[in-house]
């Protein structure tokens, strides 16, 4: 084959074929990702809105596949990045680059197999059960009616079965009853469905490209089981990375609850014999009532009462798993398609109820709670009028394991628009499971479980690069911080705050994005300001939340107050947004069982625990929300932060380290004056 062009040749002629401009962040983050591909050094990329970070990405990716014929997996957080990468970049610079490549690149998406239709089970009897919550609620059921039959008619004209092509969507419940996950899948082999299985479609087409997107789950889940999900790879491309961790968590999460078990015995129906299926029902009575007693809270030991129950589930879990699938015995499954089905989705079910209680019973054989993997708690979640405990389980840290299996496998870039925290990339790359870089800026602490940090001459090698943003955020954005406000407390949002937000969003006509700490509080300050202000003010929870981020751009003079998933969903460039509104600095809740567990472990090496979890948490998070004001060069307007904290507190400055190089002030009439300005410009 001959010798491709460089990746700045690439990268050059890319962007004139797309119309776009060459950006020197964009040249020089290529170039960095190209080396790191080359030399089989990890890297971290931070670049900012507007870098053109996803080209700066798939140039060198592309490159790299074409030459060696093995695939690079991009994998994003987010379904909207994913489209992005899929609809719009991917098929753009593949037919840019078919000329210089040789040939024109091959790209696919894929996800987890239960994000596809699953045609056996949409064909078979096997139904999934109620939901607690829906039991008594005749209008639930009939929704449920709707949009399974809806399924059906969608069955017979979709090309792909992927759910996020549905629109519109519908709920979890009725999607689960068309959609099976990996384990409960009989195989392309034993499915009379087998060839058309849309799930089985993606993962040939992966196997195909040059390029694979996916998402963090499904690359956790390929790192975790130890299966072979992804096709085979050498290069890892994380975009959204500041995500990483929270989305392997999530995965490596497990629950156990009692409508859990109860449900995983009605699954097994009439495959095993009632004897064993009463025992399980009667463990799961057992454990309803052992919860019931308990407060919702992190469990420092177990229970003295939990521990003989989840002993019983166990056992009774282990007997019906050995007697749907007895060792050299014979099952349904070469047979009848629908029974194999009914076997596997019981199987599946009693193991997951199995393995979740030897998890809760082993976790706490560490008698130090620092040393230990998991962090267990009970929660209390109501629904409908319906309160369900459940007991949850999660890694104290994922390092150890994207180290091991991520790090220890391929080459991984790591990029997203925040990535500094402190000023530092460490802060993020140890709960990696990178090495600091530095001593110099080595956090309080080593990892995020309260191990000693690796050290700079282990073999696990990494680099990293800021490549800045187009935006010149100190004549661009003004960062206001409310010195004058008096510490939020518990109480709710004090007078002063509500005067402020109405001074504020009068100033900007509107032109609002409040992000606030708590559904409570944006509820609040919702209600206050549409009897204060002329202008529309819209809330999270109105409607969903794609159309209410609609409504906000399509009139500058409405406002829109939210929550979390605000705070990292919003791109809205233009005059519709020239405020951004932070209640007070998002440190994690005082009772979050996992990052208090997390905070604790720290301590007890002798690092600082607020530090190394709570700041680096909202650090986090306030580089991502402060970041919803600027989404094109020619954007203007003011971050206000209604926390005094940010200002008169020691961890203030590291606060502020983490965020663009703003001006800032402290002067309320400095801001309304600013604001005033670009209303009336």
């Known amino acids: 084959m001959p010798e491709l062009p460089p990746v700045p040749e690439l990268l050059s002629t890319a962007v004139r074929a797309l119309g776009g401009t060459e950006r020197t962040g964009q040249v020089t983050m290529a170039s960095a990702v190209a080396h790191a591909i080359d030399t089989g050094e990890h890297l971290a990329v931070q670049a900012g809105t507007g870098t053109g970070k996803s080209l700066a990405y798939l140039v060198p990716g592309l490159r790299h596949a074409v030459r060696t014929g ?6 994003t957080a987010t379904i909207a990045l994913q489209r992005q990468l899929v609809d719009r970049d991917l098929p753009r610079l593949a037919d840019a680059l078919t000329k210089p490549l040789g040939r024109t690149a091959k790209f ?3 996800k987890g197999r239960n994000n596809y239709l699953c045609l056996n089970k949409m064909n078979s009897a096997v139904p999934e059960d109620p939901a607690e919550a829906e039991l008594f609620d005749a209008f639930a059921v009939s929704r449920l009616g709707r949009e399974v039959q809806r399924l059906t008619t969608w069955a017979s ?19 689960r009853q068309v959609s099976v996950s990996s384990r ?7 499915c009379p469905f087998g060839q058309d299985c849309f799930a089985e479609k ?25 299966i072979q999900i992804l096709p085979e790879h050498d290069v890892v491309i994380i975009d959204e990375a500041h995500e990483l961790v929270d989305r392997v968590t999530g995965v490596a999460t497990a629950e156990l609850a009692p409508a859990t078990v109860t449900a995983a015995a009605k699954r097994c129906g009439k495959l095993v014999d009632e004897r064993e299926l009463d025992r399980l029902e009667e463990a799961g009575e057992a454990w309803h009532e052992v919860l019931d007693e308990l407060p919702a809270a992190r469990w420092e030991r177990l229970p003295e009462s939990a521990a003989p129950v989840l002993a019983l589930i166990r056992d009774a879990a282990w007997n019906v798993r050995t007697a749907l699938s007895p060792p050299g015995g014979t099952t349904a499954q070469g047979s009848d398609p629908e029974a194999a089905a009914a076997r596997n989705q019981a199987l599946v079910a009693v193991e997951e109820v199995h393995d979740s209680a030897v998890r809760a019973l082993s976790a706490f054989d560490e008698p130090d709670p620092a040393a230990r993997r998991d962090v267990i708690w009970l929660s209390a979640d109501e629904l409908r009028g319906v309160t369900r405990r459940t007991l949850r389980m999660a890694p104290l840290s994922v390092g150890g394991l994207l180290r091991s299996r991520l790090f220890g496998a391929s080459t991984v870039v790591l990029t997203s628009a925040t990535l500094q925290i402190g000023g530092s990339f460490d802060g993020l790359a140890i709960t990696w499971g990178l090495p600091a870089q530095a001593a110099a800026n080595r956090p309080d602490t080593g990892t995020a479980n309260g191990a000693q940090a690796p050290s700079d001459t282990d073999t696990v ?12 955020h100190a004549r661009s954005g003004i960062l206001y911080v409310a010195k004058h406000l008096p510490p939020p407390g518990r109480d709710g949002m004090s007078p002063a705050v509500l005067d402020e937000i109405e001074r504020l969003v009068q100033a900007a006509g509107g032109r609002t994005l409040g992000l606030f700490s708590s559904m409570r509080a944006a509820k609040a300050a919702t209600e206050a300001m549409r009897e204060r202000l002329d202008t529309p003010v819209l809330c999270q929870g109105d409607d969903a939340t794609g159309a209410l981020v609609k409504a906000f751009a399509a009139d500058p003079a409405t406002s829109l107050f939210g929550t979390l998933s605000l705070w990292q969903g919003v791109d809205v460039p233009g005059p519709s947004l020239s405020l951004v509104l932070l209640d007070r600095i998002p440190f994690p809740r005082p009772d979050d069982p996992l990052l208090t567990a997390r905070q604790r472990a720290v ?5 600082n625990g607020f530090m190394t979890v709570a700041a680096n948490h909202a650090a986090l998070l306030l580089a991502q929300g402060t970041g919803r004001l600027l989404r094109s060069v020619d954007d203007r307007g003011v971050i ?17 380290a983490s965020l663009p190089p703003y001006w800032e002030t402290a002067d309320p009439q400095v801001v309304a004056k600013a604001l005033a300005r670009l209303t009336a410009s």
């Open 70 to 75: 093995r695939t690079v997996v991009v994998s």
């Open 108 to 110: 696919a998406i894929l």
């Open 157 to 175: 004209d979709t090309e792909t079965g992927d759910r996020d092509e549905l629109a519109p969507g519908v709920s979890d419940r009725a999607w």
């Open 184 to 190: 409960e899948c009989l195989g392309k082999s034993r």
């Open 202 to 226: 993606a993962r040939a087409d992966s196997a195909q490209s040059d390029v694979v997107v996916t998402n963090h789950a499904l690359l956790a889940i390929d790192a975790i089981s130890g």
């Open 461 to 472: 090698r990494w680099s990293s690069l800021d490549v800045g943003s187009p935006f010149d």
């Open 603 to 607: 301590e007890s090496r002798g690092g």
């Open 640 to 656: 206000a932060i209604l926390d005094s904290r940010i200002a008169t507190a020691r961890y203030g400055g590291y606060l502020r």
